[in-house]
């Protein structure tokens, strides 16, 4: 399995990260703790050392069932990368990343992963109501004190980075990024990678979508957020899928892989990346296997980007995933 440092932390982690939004149950239709446990166990046993979770994946389930599975001599081998920032009050999620909140959740989440370190501490949304280097200085002195190694955002943009970095190193940014979805493009991308900094990409498989076993006939039960998602709806759903037929076509007769593999190496052929990969059960770690060892050369980018271009000239981004946002400080 590759491995990266991340940016100048001194915390080296696999380049595939294990994704544990859906372990959380919550707006991924339930979960099943057994399962996830042994996806846990199996992903670190096989090398993929870094486990991404956050309190806002099931009300804090997603950070108990890792704490839980890495409990005894995992731990040691894994690296955890938790959020803080979404607070539920009421039962309605909101952003709050004031200092002092944010230490509660280090500490809340210190608990729940039975760990007395978090290896990546990351804003999940950028709260407008605080300012950034304010959160960016809480989280320095929590470094400082040996609480977390390393510091992130997710979801910032250029900007909101450059005031977070007022008050802090930042090591890590952790963006939507995908074949289909590449908005940051435009801007975090560039930044990034000029300030060195590594980039956890997430909804690597977009939700499934680049998984290649979604079809026409899928339907997503209970509080499946792809129910909300304009992209696995019609009429978009068709051109998506017509897509991934033709990107599944390509991975296999040009690179004898999967298409998962193919999704998750175009990510890690972007530069200082991580690609998340959401699983729940330990069957679905299986084509992390084809990851390693190759790259995506220059003629078939492009004929990915043609593919891409054929059958959704016009992307759907993933917006609808954002929590209402604060108004900025008076
Ligand atoms: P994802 O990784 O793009 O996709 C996960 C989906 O892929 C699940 O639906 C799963 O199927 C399917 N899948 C995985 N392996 C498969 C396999 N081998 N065969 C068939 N299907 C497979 O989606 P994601 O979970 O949204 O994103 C990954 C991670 O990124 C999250 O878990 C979370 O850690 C992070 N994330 C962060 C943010 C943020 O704001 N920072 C937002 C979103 C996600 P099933 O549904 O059948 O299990």
């Known amino acids: 399995m590759e491995r990266i440092t991340l940016a100048d932390s001194g915390v080296e982690t696999s380049r595939i990260a294990l994704g ?41 389930r997603s ?3 890792i704490g839980k599975a890495l409990k005894g001599g995992l731990r040691a081998k894994a690296e955890i990368a938790t959020k803080g920032g979404l607070t539920f ?3 309605k999620i909101r952003r709050d990343s004031s200092p ?13 992963l039975q760990t007395d370190v978090i290896d990546l501490y990351q804003i999940h949304w950028p709260d407008h109501a605080v300012p950034f280097a304010e959160t960016a200085r809480a989280l320095e002195d929590l470094r400082s004190a040996g609480k977390i190694r390393a510091i992130g955002v997710s979801n910032y943009s250029a900007e909101q980075m450059d005031e977070f970095r007022k008050g802090a190193e930042l090591d890590t940014v952790q963006p939507p990024y995908n074949l289909f979805e590449r908005e940051i493009e435009a801007d975090v991308l560039p930044y990034a990678r000029h300030e060195r900094l590594t980039i956890l990409c997430y909804g690597a498989l977009c939700r499934g979508m680049l998984a290649g076993r979604i079809s026409a006939a899928t339907r997503f039960g209970g509080d499946d957020l792809r129910q909300n998602d304009p992209k696995f709806q019609p009429p978009r759903f068709a051109n998506y899928l017509a897509a991934v037929e033709e ?5 296999r007769d040009r690179f004898d892989k999967s298409l998962p593999a193919l999704a998750v190496r ?14 729940r059960r330990p069957d679905q770690l299986a084509p992390m296997a084809e ?3 190759w790259r995506i050369d220059a003629k078939s980018m492009i004929e990915i980007d043609a593919i891409l271009a054929r059958h959704v000239p016009e992307p759907i981004a993933p917006t609808f995933m954002a929590p209402p946002a604060n108004r900025p400080a008076a």
């Open 20 to 60: 544990t939004w859906a372990i959380g149950g919550r707006m991924w239709g339930g979960t099943d703790e057994a399962e996830s446990i042994a996806a846990i166990q199996a992903a670190v046993e096989q090398g993929v050392t870094l486990i991404d979770t956050a309190p806002a994946y099931g009300v804090g």
């Open 63 to 65: 950070e108990e069932i």
């Open 89 to 91: 009050v009421d039962g």
């Open 100 to 112: 002092k909140r944010i230490r509660e959740e280090v500490e809340e989440s210190l608990k729940r």
């Open 247 to 251: 990107l599944k076509t390509l991975a």
């Open 266 to 279: 175009w990510v890690l052929d972007q530069g200082r990346t991580i690609a998340l990969w959401g699983a």
């Open 291 to 293: 990851v390693d060892g």
